[in-house]
């Protein structure tokens, strides 16, 4: 390794290199006086072609687009910041990417101990800051002789199921010119070639036991479970769940609640109106066991059957955190499960249960489009098109016309985005009304959706999916589906810096001016409606399509199925920022 004689730059050059040899391909930067070294090794990584670099000049968005990065390619990216509040406002991403257990390295520029304590310009307290947001920290200082490569691998392997945080002392000076890297790349390449990375981080973690944010030593690795028959069983996948959660409700018979961020909503045994059967007596009620993988967050009844204390609840969870998904407080924990030989799908009795559960969410869902396409209306007259009477081609075409120019609703909006979406492309959804719109109502399809459900928070949202959309496969585009106050929340991510290309995205805001999710809560009808509308509804007027031009983003507006349609199939290669208005009363 090439070497300066300054501590702070030679220290950054062995720390990123040997990350990237464990597998590390994107590196976000936020600029700063105090991480300049970090910054500048990153872009000489970058110019070499050894790394992905990102520059953004607002922390926070920062830390979405590396929490975006890793949902993707399951692999972290590395977050580096300057000293002081930059360093907080990396706090959202770290929560979320605890909560959602998604690789993370962040790597933060302090001062050195001397000007600690002190009241020294732009210092606080960093070590530690993180607290057990973060599975790994330590305070490294870069002159004291501290093996960056140990450091690496320490950050590597604790950022397995969320982030690991290296605290970095640097003095003056704080640079020096950085060599050419051309020959690390090199050999980053030919080891990338010929296998020699790990491409994903072990499941072992070595860091010292009292690290802040590790689990301690009630941390266990849990067994394997065989399932038997005899139980009403359903399997529930909540985000993140993976395809197993299908794979064995298909395997078992059993019925399948897959949230929309699940990766499991596909197969025969899907159930989209799983709410409604579950406040059902001869569904929900029946349920004597539940088998639930990932984080369930989209529904109040899931909460609800998953505490009645005559439902046995066993949750498939591998890692080796503390906390599982229990809000029962008696549930078993596994790692992993498998089918008994006297569990079979073809069972009558098993067959009854499952179908009865598929089929009558069929109804359910086939009733709501009916009764959202409008219940009074006749069906279209399809023989009008090519009838020998002009009267009847004439309605014909009036009816087409009159679809085509139906205002956009958010189940329409729901359903086009799903339509829209294909195995090459990627969803990203904000949190509130229009993931739930799509979660009680678009089909099973295999498609990669991400949401930010560790927390479920607003925040970060397109960050988020400028991060997906970089990481995701080059042929697809990436639509992300928000409200106006999400979108308003995060507008600074909108900004890019000059010489980053962005792939094929869409940022579609269904705009109802508001938080109208609290209009279905209990707090709409206890509410003075003033008060209401102040503090929960938040309404705001902006105008999207000057936000958008500010940024440099394309800007269409579709407020019909027509223009809807017409929005989100014109895919180009600039950022296109979509508008739709929407109703701002509950639908």
């Given at each position: 390794?090439?070497?300066?004689?300054?501590?702070?730059?030679?220290?950054?050059?062995?720390?990123?290199?040997?990350?990237?040899?464990?597998?590390?391909?994107?590196i976000v930067?936020a600029?700063?006086?105090?991480?300049q070294?970090?910054?500048?090794?990153?872009?000489e990584?970058?110019r070499?072609?050894?790394?992905?670099?990102?520059?953004?000049?607002?922390?926070?968005?920062?830390?979405?687009?590396?929490?975006?990065?890793?949902?993707?390619?399951?692999?972290?990216?590395?977050v580096?910041?300057?000293?002081?509040?930059?360093?907080?406002?990396?706090?959202?991403?770290?929560?979320e990417?605890?909560?959602?257990?998604?690789?993370?390295?962040?790597?933060t520029?302090?001062?050195?101990?001397?000007?600690?304590?002190?009241?020294?310009?732009?210092?606080?307290t960093?070590?530690?800051?993180?607290?057990?947001?973060?599975r790994?920290?330590?305070?490294?200082?870069?002159?004291?002789?501290?093996?960056?490569?140990?450091?690496?691998?320490?950050?590597?392997?604790?950022?397995v199921?969320?982030?690991?945080?290296?605290n970095?002392?640097?003095?003056?000076p704080?640079?020096?010119?950085?060599?050419?890297?051309?020959a690390?790349?090199?050999?980053?390449?030919a080891a990338?070639?010929?296998?020699g990375?790990?491409?994903?981080?072990p499941?072992?973690?070595?860091?010292?036991?009292n690290?802040?944010?590790?689990?301690?030593?009630?941390?266990?690795?849990?067994?394997?479970?065989?399932l038997?028959?005899?139980?009403?069983?359903?399997?529930?996948?909540?985000?993140?769940?993976?395809?197993?959660?299908e794979?064995?409700?298909?395997?078992?018979?059993?019925?399948?609640?897959?949230?929309?961020s699940?990766?499991?909503?596909f197969g025969?045994?899907?159930?989209?109106?799983?709410?409604?059967?579950?406040r059902?007596?001869?569904?929900?009620?029946?349920?004597?066991?539940?088998?639930?993988?990932?984080?369930?967050?989209?529904?109040?009844?899931?909460?609800a059957?998953?505490?009645?204390?005559?439902?046995?609840?066993?949750?498939?969870?591998?890692?080796?955190?503390?906390d599982?998904?229990?809000?029962?407080?008696?549930?078993?924990?596994?790692?992993?499960?498998?089918?008994?030989?006297?569990v079979?799908?073809?069972?009558?009795?098993?067959r009854?249960?499952?179908?009865?559960?598929?089929?009558?969410?069929?109804?359910?869902?086939?009733?709501?489009a009916?009764?959202?396409?409008?219940?009074?209306?006749?069906?279209?007259?399809?023989?009008?098109?090519?009838?020998d009477?002009?009267?009847?081609r004439?309605?014909?075409?009036?009816?087409?016309?009159?679809?085509?120019?139906?205002?956009?609703?958010?189940?329409?909006?729901?359903?086009?985005?799903?339509?829209?979406?294909?195995?090459?492309d990627?969803?990203?959804?904000?949190?509130?009304?229009?993931?739930?719109?799509?979660?009680?109502?678009?089909p099973?399809?295999?498609?990669?959706?991400?949401?930010?459900?560790?927390l479920?928070g607003?925040?970060?949202?397109?960050?988020?999916?400028?991060?997906?959309?970089?990481?995701?496969?080059p042929?697809?585009?990436?639509?992300?589906?928000?409200?106006?106050?999400?979108?308003?929340h995060?507008?600074g991510?909108?900004?890019?810096?000059?010489?980053?290309?962005?792939p094929?995205?869409?940022?579609?805001?269904?705009n109802?001016?508001?938080?109208?999710?609290?209009?279905?809560l209990?707090?709409?009808?206890?509410?003075?409606?003033?008060?209401?509308?102040?503090?929960?509804?938040?309404?705001?007027?902006?105008?999207?399509?000057?936000?958008?031009?500010?940024?440099?983003?394309?800007?269409r507006?579709?407020?019909?199925r027509?223009?809807?349609?017409?929005a989100?199939?014109?895919?180009?290669?600039?950022?296109?920022?979509i508008e739709?208005?929407?109703?701002?009363?509950v639908?």
């Amino acid at each position: 390794m090439p070497r300066t004689n300054n501590p702070a730059t030679d220290f950054s050059l062995d720390l990123l290199t040997a990350l990237l040899r464990h597998g590390v391909r994107d590196i976000v930067v936020a600029p700063g006086s105090r991480s300049q070294a970090l910054a500048l090794v990153a872009a000489e990584l970058e110019r070499v072609g050894a790394a992905r670099l990102h520059v953004r000049i607002d922390e926070r968005v920062g830390g979405f687009l590396a929490l975006g990065l890793a949902l993707e390619s399951g692999t972290p990216a590395v977050v580096v910041t300057t000293s002081g509040t930059a360093v907080a406002n990396l706090h959202p991403a770290v929560m979320e990417a605890h909560e959602a257990r998604v690789p993370m390295i962040v790597v933060t520029a302090d001062r050195p101990s001397e000007l600690r304590g002190i009241r020294s310009n732009q210092t606080t307290t960093q070590s530690g800051v993180f607290a057990a947001a973060a599975r790994f920290s330590r305070d490294v200082d870069a002159g004291s002789g501290a093996d960056a490569g140990e450091v690496a691998a320490a950050l590597w392997a604790a950022s397995v199921h969320g982030p690991a945080h290296l605290n970095l002392a640097l003095r003056d000076p704080l640079s020096a010119a950085v060599p050419d890297l051309s020959a690390v790349a090199l050999s980053l390449r030919a080891a990338r070639e010929s296998g020699g990375e790990p491409g994903s981080p072990p499941v072992t973690d070595p860091a010292e036991p009292n690290a802040p944010g590790r689990p301690g030593a009630a941390a266990r690795r849990p067994g394997r479970e065989l399932l038997t028959s005899g139980p009403r069983t359903v399997v529930i996948a909540g985000d993140k769940s993976g395809p197993a959660a299908e794979e064995l409700a298909r395997t078992a018979g059993w019925p399948l609640i897959a949230e929309v961020s699940s990766g499991s909503r596909f197969g025969p045994n899907l159930v989209v109106a799983y709410r409604e059967l579950l406040r059902h007596p001869d569904f929900g009620g029946a349920v004597e066991r539940a088998i639930v993988f990932g984080h369930p967050t989209l529904s109040r009844e899931i909460p609800a059957l998953l505490m009645r204390p005559d439902v046995e609840v066993i949750v498939v969870d591998d890692s080796d955190a503390a906390d599982f998904y229990d809000p029962g407080h008696a549930a078993r924990r596994v790692a992993a499960v498998e089918l008994a030989e006297s569990v079979d799908p073809r069972d009558p009795e098993t067959r009854s249960w499952a179908g009865s559960w598929v089929f009558s969410s069929r109804r359910i869902v086939d009733d709501a489009a009916r009764h959202a396409a409008g219940a009074d209306q006749d069906a279209p007259d399809l023989d009008g098109a090519s009838s020998d009477d002009p009267a009847a081609r004439a309605a014909f075409a009036r009816s087409e016309l009159a679809a085509v120019r139906a205002p956009v609703t958010r189940r329409m909006l729901a359903d086009a985005l799903w339509r829209f979406t294909w195995p090459h492309d990627r969803l990203v959804v904000g949190a509130s009304r229009l993931i739930r719109e799509l979660d009680g109502s678009v089909p099973g399809k295999k498609i990669a959706v991400h949401a930010n459900r560790g927390l479920g928070g607003i925040d970060g949202t397109v960050a988020t999916g400028i991060g997906v959309a970089l990481a995701a496969p080059p042929r697809g585009v990436t639509r992300v589906l928000l409200g106006d106050l999400t979108l308003l929340h995060d507008a600074g991510a909108l900004l890019r810096a000059p010489g980053e290309a962005l792939p094929p995205l869409q940022v579609v805001v269904g705009n109802d001016r508001g938080g109208t999710i609290f209009a279905g809560l209990e707090v709409a009808a206890s509410a003075a409606p003033a008060a209401f509308e102040r503090v929960q509804l938040t309404p705001r007027d902006v105008d999207l399509e000057a936000l958008a031009r500010a940024y440099g983003w394309q800007y269409r507006r579709a407020a019909t199925r027509g223009e809807l349609d017409q929005a989100l199939s014109a895919v180009g290669p600039e950022p296109t920022l979509i508008e739709v208005p929407l109703p701002p009363v509950v639908e």
